[in-house]
T-cell receptor
Framework: QKEVEQNSGPLSVPEGAIASLNCTYSDRVSQSFFWYRQYSGKSPELIMSIYSNGDKEDGRFTAQLNKASQYVSLLIRDSQPSDSATYLCALAGTGGFKTIFGAGTRLFVKA | ETGVTQSPTHLIKTRGQQVTLRCSSQSGHNTVSWYQQALGQGPQFIFQYYREEENGRGNFPPRFSGLQFPNYSSELNVNALELDDSALYLC????????????FGAGSRLTVL
């Protein structure tokens, strides 16, 4: 079993819709959870971090964490064509000795 | 505040050769990690350096080695290059505060022929 699992997609949504990206993980001791966005040919950039169960909102983005179910999600409201990218789920354990990434989900937002 | 810079941006090597990639971490960041990202895959953790010591390593063979210098810049060395080493190599730094948020450089794209 992979440490971080994501649906590779592509996920296609129309402009203005809600995009829902999901991620499951296997290591129960993981403490920190992240969503990074990676445009084609570019390096990853942080969108959201979440450390506690529940929801965390930042603008059009909402991260959701359920440690009991080992599940992290990212909702993008009012999706824009500029949101088209690969979204990487990542997690780190205590001590932060390494951050592990999923394979990423490709999102296409159609104008 | 400067970001993370990597060099070179692109390079082509042949099998069996050796390569050195360089990274300057962001100001205020004393931890540097290296990742390998093959086409269509997520970044794979190679290793991490904190205050010039390796303090974490992924599933990569010993021919992948690194250094961190007193100014927190870092090098990734790969010996005996193989075709499968062709990838984007990403350097990421973390702040001294210990937060696990990574700031990535633009990457070095290595092609092994």
């Amino acid at each position: 079993q992979k440490e971080v699992e994501q649906n590779s997609g592509p996920l296609s949504v129309p402009e203005g819709a809600i995009a829902s990206l999901n991620c499951t993980y296997s290591d129960r001791v993981s403490q920190s959870f992240f969503w990074y966005r990676q445009y084609s040919g570019k390096s990853p950039e942080l969108i959201m971090s979440i450390y506690s169960n529940g929801d965390k909102e930042d603008g059009r983005f909402t991260a959701q964490l359920n440690k009991a179910s080992q599940y992290v999600s990212l909702l993008i409201r009012d999706s824009q064509p500029s949101d088209s990218a690969t979204y990487l789920c990542a997690l780190a354990g205590t001590g932060g000795f390494k951050t592990i990434f999923g394979a990423g989900t490709r999102l296409f937002v159609k104008a | 505040e400067t970001g993370v810079t990597q060099s070179p941006t692109h390079l082509i090597k042949t099998r069996g050769q050796q390569v050195t990639l360089r990274c300057s971490s962001q100001s205020g960041h004393n931890t540097v990690s290296w990742y390998q990202q093959a086409l269509g895959q997520g970044p794979q953790f190679i290793f991490q350096y904190y205050r010039e010591e390796e303090n974490g390593r992924g599933n990569f063979p010993p021919r992948f080695s690194g250094l961190q210098f007193p100014n927190y810049s870092s090098e990734l060395n790969v010996n005996a290059l193989e075709l499968d080493d062709s990838a984007l190599y990403l350097c990421a730094s973390r702040p001294n505060s210990g937060a696990n948020v990574l700031t990535f450089g633009a990457g070095s794209r290595l092609t092994v022929l």
